[in-house]
């Protein structure tokens, strides 16, 4: 059934602040530096990858996550070892949430044996099971066939695993998300649907190319609970993503969480974005930026000064220049590579 939205949109400040959250209800303090200093990585990689990107140094499609990075920190802060996490092709946010090392995810993008998937998969497709990261996947809505195939396995095996299936609101229109959908919920899988709404599906807004804009109502033929979740604000996300994990890891099934988020760059880096004015992007980035929204929480729970605040973006921007010089100097993969990871052969 369809259910109410949770968040703190409806509860901003005029000037784009968040409301005091309390201190009966405040978040741990080690808790929130954490997800700050993951979400400025994020923040920070996409922004070098982005550099890298105009001086020749990634090839091919590279979809940038600026903007985002609520989500994949704050669903994945839920995640157990074992889960999976499955997602289309603005992945690197994901891929850095999960634990990746950002020297492999950029040496990826640059196409270097350094990389995670040996310079093979580029910005789009990369993997590691290690990770319990099951791809980038280029096909729009591809991944929510997989990431359901991905549940049907946990649900086989009774290992208590959830699988958290991610798309966008222009996957949300793809026939095969309907199907994964029917069988989910018929089986009673253990998956979580995370769709990242940010507004435009390649050049088009979500109001000209959806008949129901509510996608987290898109369930409801299906019996599948949804939740409208405010996608910019990191506990939110977690509070919504540890109550759909938990729904689906009881055996009740799948759960579908709409995150309205935004991304502040084009669709991909080769997209100038004329669809939409300077004026909407600097109005997100003003009042609901999801970072400026912990640093708000930071200083208002007393946990840390800008300082402080300061020091960990130095950090990170250690990390990642750290991560740009790796990807840069990595050789590129031996052309006998080509032969490799085509094929597994099967085992008796």
Sequence with gaps: MARGQ?????????????????????????????????????????????????????????????????????????????????????????????????????????????????????????????????????????????????????????????????????????????????MAEIWRLPVVYVIENNQYAMGTSIERSSSETHLYKRGVSFNIPGEEVDGMDVMAVKAAAQKAADHARAGKGPYILEMKTYRYRGHSMSDPAKYRTREEVDNVRKTRDPIDHVEELLEELGYADAAAMKAVDAEVKRVVADAAEFARTSPEPDPSELYTDVYSEARA
């Design 6 to 182: 949770t968040g703190t949109a409806g509860r901003r400040k005029a000037n784009g602040a968040a409301e005091p959250a309390g201190k009966p209800n405040a978040p741990d303090k080690k808790e929130l530096l954490k997800y700050y200093r993951d979400m400025l990585l994020i923040r920070r990689f996409e922004e070098r990858a982005g550099q890298l990107y105009g001086m020749g140094l990634i090839g091919g499609f590279c979809h940038l996550y600026i903007g985002q990075e609520a989500i994949a920190v704050g669903v994945q802060s839920v995640k157990t070892p074992g889960d999976q996490v499955i997602t289309g092709y603005r992945d690197h946010g994901h891929m850095l949430a999960c634990g990746m090392d950002p020297r492999e995810v950029m040496a990826e993008l640059t196409g270097r044996s350094g990389g995670s998937s040996k310079g093979k998969g580029g910005s789009m497709h990369m993997f590691s099971t290690e990770a319990d990261f099951y791809g980038g996947h280029g096909i729009v809505g591809a991944q929510v066939a997989l990431g359901t195939g991905l549940a049907l396995a946990n649900h086989y095996r009774c290992n208590g695993k959830v699988a958290f299936t991610y798309f966008g609101d222009g996957a949300a229109n793809q026939g095969q998300v309907y199907e994964s959908f029917n």
